[in-house]
């Protein structure tokens, strides 16, 4: 059936499935700032309440940890209110909680509302990210690297338009200003855009064509089944050990250019060193997302993973090592950003080639979880530079993590995922 053909006897009109990546990937524009502007309060807040950074790095661990932890249970609220109204109601409520969530931060005056408000935002961000994602591998099979690296490109690159007005925002009228106005009208947006998402009817998706260098499996295994497989629990690892890493430089960045000394270092048309890093780097996360899921369609994902990985154990080294320049601290740290985005379209399509797409919003949800626990190794990291006197063996381990990961995908993932789809479709015969 063409894609875009009604289902007969069902109640929907076709959908352009590119119409509902744009907006898929509009919804993740307007809460990109959740994680990513996130660097620009630390400072201000620990200035404002004597909060140590560490207690405020906290609520991020928390937020990051709820908008992953609860997108398996996104997904299946999603999936079981069906393809029609389950992505727009999730999205929508999703959009609620994250303006109420930024409000909260707005008013914190303790570490335990400032808590709260994390807790909020992400559960609205996570039921935005679950579903967009969930969309994405559904209604694109054929291209479903390129699709999720699009999707996700829209939450790495998105606070790039909002990082120089944040800053303003912030500077003149208090960092209090900026969660709530900014939070308001994201999450009001997303609110009125998530209603006009909806999930493929059964045939309006394309089918899947064999692809010589990717392992794509035709059964669809159930989140429980998935959960008993080693093929599941060597992602998860892989997964939290690329996210530790890169949640470090995203969170602690402005604090790492500060400890550098080159934070406010003019460099490019009065810009600071930090403001051209930020916008430079979202950037890199935005377009890393699509570049390496487009690679993974050609030449498989384990191969694309030892590419960006790789060079991502190179370029944490180089940023320990030479980052004191602004000028390298801002290229390297680009680089960073560049080989860390794409998990979030490599580790999708290679959950969906290898556990089906039945499932496909639950399972992928079970699978960001483990953003969620890399999150709690963030704090970490400032304990680990602070006994050891900087930065350095901070970007020595990320550095390794980058390197052993890349063993994991050549030597042990392969094989271990082409046994499983294997034993998928011997399944799908014998049925």
């Known amino acids: 059936m063409a894609q875009g053909t009604p289902v007969a006897g069902g109640p929907a009109a076709p959908a352009n499935r590119w119409t509902q990546l744009v907006i898929g990937i509009a919804c993740m524009v307007l809460i990109a700032n959740l994680q990513y502007g996130w660097t620009l309060f630390v400072s201000p807040m620990r200035d404002r309440h004597h909060w140590d950074v560490a207690s405020i790095q906290f609520a991020f661990s928390v937020f990051i940890a709820l908008e992953t932890w609860f997108t398996p249970l996104h997904g299946w609220i999603a999936d079981k209110l069906g393809p029609q109204r389950g ?142 497989t080693p093929t599941f629990w060597l992602l998860y690892l892989m997964f939290v050990m690329i996210s530790a890493s890169g949640l470090m430089a995203t969170a602690q960045l402005a604090l790492i250019a500060k400890s550098f000394g080159i934070s406010n270092d003019i460099l490019f ?91 496909a919003t639950v399972n992928t949800g079970f699978l960001y979880t483990a953003k969620g626990t890399s999150a709690f190794l963030v704090p970490l990291a400032n304990v680990l530079m602070q006994t050891s006197g900087g930065w350095h063996t901070v970007f020595m381990i990320t550095a390794i993590a980058n390197f052993l990961v890349v063993a994991l995908a050549l030597t042990v993932l392969r094989p271990l995922r082409t046994a499983q789809v294997a034993k998928g479709q011997a399944q799908v015969a014998a049925a």
């Open 87 to 228: 992505p727009r109601t999730v999205v929508a409520l999703g959009g609620v909680l994250v303006a109420i969530g930024w409000i909260v931060n707005s008013y914190a005056q303790s570490l335990g509302v400032l808590y709260l408000g994390a807790v909020l935002s992400g559960i609205g961000g996570g039921a935005v990210y679950a579903v967009c994602v969930g969309n994405a591998v559904k209604w694109f099979p054929d291209r479903r690297g390129l699709a999720v690296g699009l999707t996700a490109a829209g939450y790495g690159a998105g606070a790039a338009l909002t990082v120089i007005p944040m800053r303003m925002v912030i500077a003149s009228a208090g960092y209090e200003a900026a969660f709530f106005w900014f939070g308001l009208l994201q999450g009001g947006i997303v609110f009125l855009v998530g209603w006009l998402l909806r999930g493929p009817l059964p045939g309006e998706a394309p089918a899947v064509m064999a692809k010589p260098n990717l392992v794509q499996s035709k059964a669809s295994l159930t989140p429980g089944q998935m959960l008993k």
């Open 269 to 359: 048309l009065g810009a600071s060193t930090l403001t051209v890093a930020l916008i430079v780097d979202n950037v890199m996360n935005g377009l890393a997302r699509p570049f390496f899921g487009w690679i993974s369609d050609k030449v498989g994902r384990e191969v694309t993973m030892a590419i960006a990985f790789g060079l991502g154990g190179v370029a944490y080294w180089l940023l320990g090592t030479v980052g004191h320049d602004p000028w390298l601290f801002v290229l390297f740290a680009g680089l960073i950003f560049f080989t860390w985005g794409e998990i979030f379209s490599l580790f999708p399509s290679t959950c969906t080639d290898t556990f089906g797409t039945k499932y």
